[in-house]
């Protein structure tokens, strides 16, 4: 049997604020992901390790023998993240993000702020396509993600920052009933855009190709504004441009898009690192 160090931390974190919801909101997780990971220690020991009294929730006799341990072990475990941290240099805040809506607000909001509170944090933004920030984060090259989720794709650990819908976005001289094969201009074959664009006309059955694999927002609206195909966008990016969008009948519905934000287990406990955490989280409100 093995406990992990995030497990332990939500049972700790609970105890001292007094619920999940509580404890949720100082994690910067969703309260699903709090009680799953509850959920998780208490099927690992076999035993109940919370009940409720009144609107709060107390230890039974196992859970104050475990969370003793588990103090310890997270006491430890933060001691030592704090001692391999370079002492003569500041300390550095990863965030990994989507191109356009997603990092426009680290950006243009949540990087200010640290610069002006916190000018000894140096904060390291990386943006690129959201299959790429996922194996970011996955390898531990960064502390926070903001990246894009299907409704089926969301994980009990991601906060929900937004929702969009998405929509198929193209010149507004281009006529698709002329198209015997749709062109799809795209951020790359990796792209989440080409991902859902392929998914959804294949399960419609409709011919199309990939015209554009290209490397930036600039250079897709470039390609969108000549009239050289689609692609699919959030609603909110061409919210005010001259694109056209088009929908059913003649292109199938799209389904929404989730911002969500995804932490390195290893460093989210970090008091700078949800600190990022909670001022993306009002970026985005």
């Known amino acids: 049997m093995k406990f992990d160090i995030d497990s332990l931390r939500a049972l700790q974190t609970v105890v001292d604020a007094g619920s999940v919801e509580a404890a949720a909101d100082q994690l910067c997780i969703s309260r699903s992901a709090v009680s799953w990971k509850l959920k998780r220690l208490q099927e690992r020991t076999g035993c109940k390790l919370l009940e409720k009294e009144g609107r709060r929730l107390r230890l039974t006799e196992d859970g104050h023998e475990l969370l003793a341990y588990g103090r310890q072990i997270i006491d430890i475990h933060d001691a030592a993240v704090r001692r391999f941290q370079p002492v003569n240099s500041p300390y550095v805040v990863r ?33 690129e396509q959201p299959a ?13 993600a903001v990246t894009f989720a299907l409704d089926e794709d969301v994980s009990p650990d991601d906060v929900v920052l937004a929702s969009e819908d998405l929509v198929w976005a193209h010149s507004p001289g281009l006529d698709i009933t002329e198209l015997s094969s749709i062109p799809l201009i ?44 689609v692609t699919v966008a959030d609603r909110a990016e061409i919210a005010q441009s001259d694109i056209a969008t088009t929908g059913p009948p003649l292109l199938p519905e799209l389904p929404r898009i989730n911002y969500v934000l995804r932490r390195n287990p290893a460093t989210a406990g970090h008091p700078l690192v949800r600190l990022a955490a909670d001022q993306l989280k009002a970026s985005f409100g």
């Open 186 to 229: 795209t951020w790359g074959s990796r792209s989440f855009s080409a991902r859902v664009a392929d998914r959804v006309l294949t399960a419609e059955g409709l011919e199309h190709h990939v015209g554009y694999e290209l490397p930036s927002s600039a250079s897709v609206w470039a390609a969108i504004t000549s009239g050289a195909g």
């Open 132 to 144: 790429i920030v996922d194996e970011w984060l996955a390898d531990g090259a960064i502390d926070l």
């Open 95 to 127: 965030i990994g993000a989507t191109e356009g809506a997603g990092s426009a607000p680290i950006l243009d909001t949540v990087a200010p702020w640290f610069r002006r509170t916190h000018p000894d944090v140096e904060l390291r933004i990386r943006v």
